[in-house]
Structures are given as C-alpha cells and as structure tokens.
C-alpha cells in the first residue's frame, strides 16, 4: 500500500474539529470554500500557517501543521498545481470530495508545529491546551528553542503553560538599557580600589546541575537584584553558538533568558576580540543587570520570569595557546588569576551578594579544573573572603575529576 505524505494549514477552529474526530478527518469545508488545499512541502504550510491562521477576524489565533499520509492512488487525482513560489504546490480538492478523500487517509493526522499569533489569549478548549503544550515539547531541540527564545525576544512577550501571555517588554529595554561593557583598564582600576564594606559568613556549595538550574533554584530563594551567575563566554560571537544548537553553558543560557539581547548592546567586546589573534583574549567584560530568565534546562517556560545578573568574560582557550603559542603557556595560570580578581570584583562593585560561578573555561577550552578551583579558593578565602553571602559553583559533569575539585573548595 503506498502513500503519499501531505501537510495541512489549519487555524484554531478547524484543529478543534480534526480533534473531535480523534484525528482521522478534516471537517467539511464552509459554503465559500469550494475546495480544500492540502500541500506538499511542510515549510510552505508552516509559513501558510504562521502568517495567515494566526490573523483571522474570524477569531482563529493559532495556526498549525499537520502531516498526514493518503493512499497514493487517491493523492494522484489531484495534480499539483503551483501557486508562486517554488515550494508552493497545493493540491486542490473540490469540496464535495473532500469526504472520499478523508476515507483514504491512512493512519491519523499528526500535528507537527503551532504558531501563536499576536492577539492570541486563550486556547478554545483544554483538550488544545495540552496539545500545544505537547507539540512545543516534542519540537523544542536546542536549536528549535534558540529560534522560539529569538521569537519570544522580538515580539517582547511569551505564552507560559497555563496559556497566559507574559510580557517581557519592560524587563528586557532595563536590561538592555542598563547594560554595561568594562575596558580592561576600567576593572584593573576597580579591583584596585578599596572594596565594599559588606561582610557575611560565606555559604559555599557546589552542585551537579546547570547554571540555570542554580539560577531558578537560588531565585527562589535569594534577593534577584543581589544574584550573579557567571557566563563562560564565547570571545567572538554572543550566545557562543546557541542559535546553531550548540550546547554549552553559555548557549543554555542565551537559549533561554534576555541575555543575548544584553549581549548585543556590547557589540565592541566581540569586535576586540574577532580583531585578535591570541586565543588569551582580554580581561574586557560585560555586565547585564536584571536579565529575565523563563525556561527550564529542557525548554519549558516558566510561569512568570526570573531576573539574574551576568558577568560575561571568556576564560584563556587554554588547548588553543598551547598549541599555537607554547612559548606562552605558562602565562596561562597567571592570567586567569587576573581575569578572576577582576571579575570577582566586578560583582562585588555592583552589588551582587549571591554568586553562581563553575568549571569556567574547563570545557574545550581545556583550562585544568583543579587549577581554577584553586584559583578561586585563593580569591574567595583571601581578597574575597566573607565579600559574599553565598557561592555556588554548578558544575554539570558525569566526569569526577571535573567535580571533586570544586567540592574541595568548600571543606
């Protein structure tokens, strides 16, 4: 028995009737529809349905695509016609055959992506609650969630689980705002000048978790305003690779908070650092205040966001000096123990009392975890010490020796 695949535009209304006919029929076509277009190309009826099924007066706010497969005898009835654009080919069935066309669908209709336009508010049942929640889980792969965050970053606002529109707009212009890029020469001046009076009893703890997983979890608990999570920053491109699906502590990051929009605002950081050739790159860094964070590691949005405050500053590309400059190998420890203090006290400039910090540059840029835990032991229980009220070093990892050298720092 041989098929042939079609994909279907459909708005809100109509997706309610393919439900309640447990996704085995599409509902007959109004009296001034005369016939009914599936089409062969998903991205055309993913662009029919983003453009289009999101903007009805009649007051369909969502559009999806669907997939199905037909028997090919059936399919082959209707030639494809061409209506523009290269990928645009429809097959046009009059209306009175729509119901013989239904009988040869084989298998039921599947729904691949949802669209949520502009004046969206509430889905029209529960039952298309869930499945939206269920198509955003199924399709969210890194680089999926990179082009929703992108999405939900121009348009200013996101739909959260329970269907609510949660707007960001206000969050995102005080982040970009207030966002700061600090010269080399800015933090030597800083970190030599006499620090805060603040003094706590410094908490240190070390957890098997992600950055933003510490993020959430401490924003629970902590003043927002005072948390500070350290990005381990991509020296050339903002959100490292992260739209390309790329995955790494800071593309976990971009992929799901305003951070990339803060990143953009410091655009010089990155032309000084594509202009250089020393993978040492510069103690040059950018601070993003109030960054909304609203996913969770694996995509979901939150109810409503939390708010974080990012130091981004690239560790030394250890593995790249040593192999294209071996005569500088040994300045690698002493510069990130520059970069450190500056950094350190960069967050204590601004405030920030609870700090998520981590195995920073201990991935491909293959810095030694046990040399930068002990870098950060010298500062947090010298320079530093009792500066903050709390430290919490995530280091997501199944490798021991990439662990057990930041646990140390806490006996």
């Given at each position: ?9 459909v708005?809100e ?7 309640e ?15 009914f ?10 662009e029919?349905a ?41 097959l ?15 298998g039921?209709i599947?729904?691949?992506?949802v ?6 508010k ?23 969630m990179?082009?929703?965050?992108l ?16 707007n ?8 970009k705002k ?28 070390t ?6 997983k510490a993020?959430?979890?401490?924003a629970?608990?902590?003043n927002?305003?005072?948390l500070?999570?350290l ?5 050339k ?6 739209i390309?699906?790329?995955?790494a502590?800071?593309?976990s ?5 305003g ?7 410091a655009?010089?950081y ?11 790159y510069?103690?040059?860094?950018i601070?993003?205040?109030?960054v909304?964070?609203?996913r ?18 690239p ?16 300045e ?13 006290s960069?967050?204590l ?9 981590g ?14 835990a002990g ?8 320079k ?5 009220k ?11 020796e ?7 720092i806490?006996?």
């Amino acid at each position: 028995m041989k098929t042939t695949t079609l994909y279907r535009p459909v708005g809100e209304k109509e997706m309610i009737l393919i439900m309640e006919s447990g996704f085995k029929k599409f509902p007959p076509r109004l009296d001034w529809q005369p016939i009914f277009y599936p089409v062969l190309n998903e991205e055309y009826a993913s662009e029919i349905a983003e453009k289009w099924n999101t903007r009805d007066e009649a007051g369909n706010y969502l559009g999806f695509v669907t997939r199905f497969e037909v028997l090919e005898e059936i399919a082959d009835n209707y030639p494809a016609q061409n209506v523009g654009a290269r990928n645009h080919n429809e097959l046009w069935v009059p209306s009175e055959e729509l119901k013989s066309f239904n009988e040869a669908i084989v298998g039921d209709i599947k729904v691949t992506k949802v669209f949520i336009g502009d004046d969206f508010k509430k889905a029209g049942n529960t039952g298309l609650e869930e499945l939206m929640l269920n198509i955003k889980k199924l399709t969210m792969t890194n680089k999926g969630m990179a082009k929703d965050t992108l999405d939900i970053l121009a348009k200013k606002y996101y739909i959260n689980e329970h269907n609510e529109k949660i707007n960001i707009e206000n969050e995102l212009e005080i982040s970009k705002k207030e966002t700061v890029l600090f010269t080399q020469e800015q933090l030597s001046e800083m970190a030599e000048s006499s620090m805060p009076e603040n003094t706590f009893e410094t908490q240190f703890e070390t957890r098997n978790c992600s950055s933003l997983k510490a993020i959430l979890e401490l924003a629970e608990e902590e003043n927002q305003e005072k948390l500070m999570c350290l990005n381990f920053a991509s020296a050339k491109n903002p959100g490292g690779g992260f739209i390309n699906g790329a995955e790494a502590q800071e593309e976990s990051l971009a992929r799901t908070s305003g951070l990339y929009e803060s990143l953009l605002q410091a655009w010089d950081y990155y032309t000084i650092h594509r202009a250089m050739e020393s993978c040492f790159y510069t103690d040059t860094m950018i601070y993003s205040p109030k960054v909304p964070v609203f996913r969770k590691d694996k995509g979901e949005l939150l109810p409503k966001p939390v708010l974080c405050n990012f130091i981004t500053s690239p560790a030394v590309n250890a593995g790249v000096v040593k192999r294209q400059e071996p005569e500088r190998a040994h300045e690698i420890l002493s510069a990130m123990d520059v970069r450190m203090d500056k950094m350190l006290s960069l967050a204590l400039h601004k405030g920030n009392e609870v700090l998520i910090l981590g195995a920073w540059g201990c991935g491909v840029f293959k810095n030694d975890p046990k040399e930068i835990a002990g870098l950060f032991k010298k500062h947090l229980q010298g320079k530093y010490k009792n500066k903050f009220k709390r430290v919490v070093f995530a280091v997501l990892t199944r490798k021991e020796e990439m662990l057990k050298p930041f646990e140390e720092i806490v006996l």
